[in-house]
Each structure stands twice: as C-alpha cells, then as structure tokens.
C-alpha cells in the first residue's frame, strides 16, 4: 500500500469518528425510544402531560421526599418506567390527596405545576388529575349483586367522583344493584377506590388520563347540551375523499360504468 | 492517607445527608445530585442536567437556573474536577476496581486496549444532539451516575448491574475507562473547571523523578510537566483528587492556588 496524503488520512479519521458517533447515537436513541415507551404509568398530582413531564423533570426526587406516605416512588433500574423520574402504584400505596399537596410546590422544574392544582393562590388537589378510574363490571362483585362499597367509600370525594347507581336485580326480583360509576371529570385518579377494592385484582383501577379515556371526536354534539357546543367550537370543516364518494352520491348510485359488461 | 480520608468522608458524608433528608427529613440537603435544595433553600443543581434540559426545549425555571449557575461558579472559580474526585459515588466503584487491578496486575496478562479520552467529549455532544432531536434530556435517561447515586437513596432496583459492569469495565477492559475517557459529566466538569484556582503544583526543585505520581494519576497527560519544571497542574482533566499529594515522598507535589499574574 501506498502513503496515505494528510489529506486523505484526515478526511479518512473524521469520517471514521462521525461514524463512530452515529453507531452510538443510533444504539442511544433506540435505548431511549424504548425506555419511555411506558403508558401505564401514574404521575404526581399536577403533572405535566407525560412527553412535556420527560422532557421537564430533572428527577430529583424531591416530591418523594415530600410525600408523606411514601406513595411516590423513583423509577430505578427494573420498573420498567422512565428511569429516575417520579411515578406511583396505586394498588400498593394510593395518593391520599394532602390539602397541602407537600409533593408540588417543591418542584423545581415545574414538571409538577402548582397551577394546573390549585383555585387561585388556593392549592386545591381535587383538581389534580393523575388518572382517571376505570370499573371492570364483569369482576366487580357490585355489578354480581352481592353488596360491596368500597371503592365508593373509600374515595376522597365521597358521592362525587364515584356514584352508586342503583338499579333492580332481575334475578331474585327483590334485591337491588349498587352499582359504582366513576364521574370522570371529577375522578382525580388517586387511586384509593384500586388501593380499597376486595375483589383478588382490583376491579376498579386508575389508568392515565389518555389510556383510560375516549375521545368523541367533533363529528358528534350533544344538541340538547348548551356547554357541548363549545367544545366543537373549533372544529374542522372538510370531508372524507373515499372511492365511491368521488362522485356525488345520486351520481354514484346512477353510475352504471362497468356493470353490464 | 488523609486525602482519601477526606474524598471518602466527602463522598459518604454527601450521599448520608441525601439519605437522611429522605429518610428522616434532616433539611440540610435535600434531593440527589441532579437537583438538591442545601438547608432547605439555596438550589443546586447539576448544569449538564440543566444544559440537557435547555436544549431540549424544556422551560428552565429560575430555581433551576439559580442551582445550575451556583454549582458552575463553584466548579468554575474554586474546585474544578473536584466532582469527580470528591462528590460522585461511582468514584468508589472505579477507585475499588482500579485497586483490585493493580493488586492482581491485570495489565500484565492483558493486551492493550486503545481508547481516545476524547471519547468523553464526543458522548457529551452526541448527549446535546439526542437531547436536542429527541426532545429530552438524553444523557439523564441513562447516566450510570445517576442511577447509582438515585439508587442509594431512593431505592436500587437493578441499577446494581450497571454499577457492576461499570466495575468491571475498569477492572478487565481499561485502566479508568469510565471516569477518565467515558464519562461525558467527567468531560463537563473538565470543561467547566479549567480555569479554577484551587490547583496541585509540582515543585520541581524536590522532584527525585521517581514517577509515582504518574502511577496513580488517573488522567496521566496532566502531569506533563513532572520532573521538567515547576508549575501548577492547570488542564481541566486534573480532578484534584490528590493521589499524586499523597504517592510523592519527596513533597514535590502540594495543592496550591493558580497564579494567573505571571
């Protein structure tokens, strides 16, 4: 082999080390890409919206000091969560819904936003919305008909954010269902009614805000609801193009193109 | 000795206020290492973080901004790499590792692996780019340091594998591979600290040229000038752990304020 020119061994090294730095950006990025893939996951009250939160939260740990029941916890190596930042599980040890919220406005960052929890200079947790309650009524033993209130007992806003509805039991014809439904934009997501439930697996469950609700979308209105008109206030004009409503639908039905043939 | 008493003190001392602000809510210093609040009110916190976390797009807030700018003061005028030698926990994993390494004399039986220090340099950009395409702070979702550091207070889960392979990265692989060529915070703080006064001069004059202190330096080139002439140890990569103070026999080697006059 020939000597190599300067100049070619220099275009040659950093071509090798740009290289060398895309292999790791490409491993790093995937790791990342992979270890935020975590939905199922409950924030402290006040929250960001979750990629916001990543991207905010300098994972001190300083809302875990703070709370007082040990609720929060730091994502370490083996939870399967965003490593370091702050998360909770219900199941295990709910959010008890402090008056003072000790774990916001210790915040640093903002990731937990005092505002987004309170009523004017007021901290007011019932605002916080950490998640939203979801009932399986199939392993709920309410919905059996055998009596049990424990989630509806157990929730800090007592009638409010999980009611009893009640409804006749059919089959014995003299009993009644108390049946809890979650009010879900009142449901903080604290998780006492999942920490309370007696069933083997909870049956009412706190799952985040956009895994556990649906969207309606603008298409639908309440007409006999006057607040609902506000909420398709923005919505989008335009239509659908699909094959068969190229045409106008009289033409699309007349169209005999290729029908006798 | 007393130096390693001292970094050791230092780094236990560190870790058990952060235990105990957890545990028992002694408010003298709250937190971990990325954000802390020291006697429940001056913020610190860690400037890479913070510098992540801007470049990601994240809004800093004053608190934030306030640590960030305190700690890079310090490192900036006073301690220089002094994080590495004196505050980090992962110190003690590499520092133990390094030990066994040459108690066993591992460099004997190994071949030579090569590997630039720059390294550190490029993880630390390439840290400022993910952060910046992927909208977070890329280096803080995986820092070893971190995890290690988080664990010991707030609860370890696996975090242990990461420390152990970090351990035997620097036991089987390189001499100092992670502290000294890996470690983009490394590489932050030597970049932050090379204009700091708190400095190890070389008194060549006492100098027996007996190389000790190049032994156990674990950033070698920065005693360049070693039994050549008298200087302070001025490049950014020195971490003023002091090894070096404490190897020399001959006190040719002492901490000492940089002089920028003449």
């Known amino acids: ?261 | 000795m007393r130096y390693l008493i001292a970094r050791r003190v230092s780094q236990i001392g560190i870790l058990a206020l952060y235990g105990a602000a957890h545990i028992w809510g002694l408010k003298i210093l709250e937190g971990n290492l990325s954000s802390s609040l020291l006697l429940g009110s001056v913020p610190l916190s860690d400037p890479f973080a913070v510098l992540q976390m801007f470049v990601s797009g994240s809004i800093i807030t004053m608190d934030i901004f306030l640590g960030a700018l305190i700690i890079t003061i310090f490192y900036g005028l006073v301690g220089g790499r002094m994080f590495c030698s004196w505050v980090c926990p992962v110190n003690m994993v590499t520092d133990a590792a390094n030990f066994l390494r040459r108690k066993l004399g591992i460099a004997q039986v190994q071949k030579r692996v090569y590997m630039s220090r720059n390294i550190r340099f490029w993880i630390l950009g390439l840290a400022l780019v993910l952060s910046f395409l992927m909208g977070l702070s890329a280096f803080e979702f995986i820092s070893p340091i971190s995890i290690l550091h988080r664990g010991l207070i707030f609860g370890m889960g696996f975090g242990f594998s990461v420390v152990l392979i970090i351990f035997f990265f620097d036991l089987l692989v390189h001499e100092n591979g992670w502290c000294g060529y890996v470690c983009p915070l490394g590489g932050f703080y030597s970049l932050i600290g090379r204009f700091s006064f708190l400095r190890v001069r070389h008194n060549v004059d006492n100098c027996t040229e007996c190389m000790q202190c190049k032994e156990v330096c674990p950033e070698k080139e920065v005693l360049f000038m070693v039994s050549k002439f008298s200087e302070t140890v001025n490049m950014g990569a020195c971490t003023n752990c002091a090894r070096c103070i404490e190897v020399c026999g001959d006190d040719a080697l002492n901490f000492s304020i940089r002089n920028y006059l003449n």
């Open chain 1, 1 to 261: 082999m020939s000597q190599m020119s300067e100049r070619r061994k220099f275009i040659l090294g950093t071509a090798r080390a740009v290289g060398l730095a895309g292999i790791g950006a490409l491993i790093w990025s995937s790791v990342l890409e992979e270890s935020l893939h975590a939905s199922l996951l409950l924030r402290p009250p006040g929250a960001l919206e979750e990629k916001e939160f990543l991207k905010t939260c300098i994972k001190c740990g300083l809302c875990v000091s703070a709370c007082p029941y040990d609720t929060l916890m730091l994502a370490a190596p083996g939870d399967k969560k965003p490593l370091g930042t702050p998360f909770f599980n219900a199941r295990d040890i709910p959010c008890y819904m402090c008056e003072d919220i000790p774990c916001v406005p210790v915040c640093p960052t903002g990731a937990l936003d005092e505002a987004s929890v309170s009523e004017g200079d007021i901290l007011a947790i019932a605002k916080a919305r950490m998640g939203v309650a979801v009932v399986d009524p199939y392993a709920c033993i309410a919905f059996w008909g055998i009596q049990c209130d424990a989630c509806y007992r157990a929730c800090p806003l007592l009638d409010e954010a999980i009611v009893l509805e009640y409804a006749k039991n059919e089959r014995t014809g003299k009993h009644a269902f108390l049946k809890p439904v979650v009010v879900q934009d009142k449901c903080t997501g604290c998780g006492m009614c999942e920490h309370a439930c007696i069933t083997d697996k909870a049956s009412i469950f706190v799952l985040p805000l956009d895994v556990g609700l649906g969207r309606a979308g603008d298409h639908y209105v309440k007409g006999w609801d006057k607040k609902d008109q506000q909420r398709v206030k923005n919505a989008q004009g335009g239509t659908t193009q699909t094959e068969i409503s190229k045409q106008s639908a009289l033409d699309s039905l007349n169209d005999d193109a290729g029908l006798f043939e």
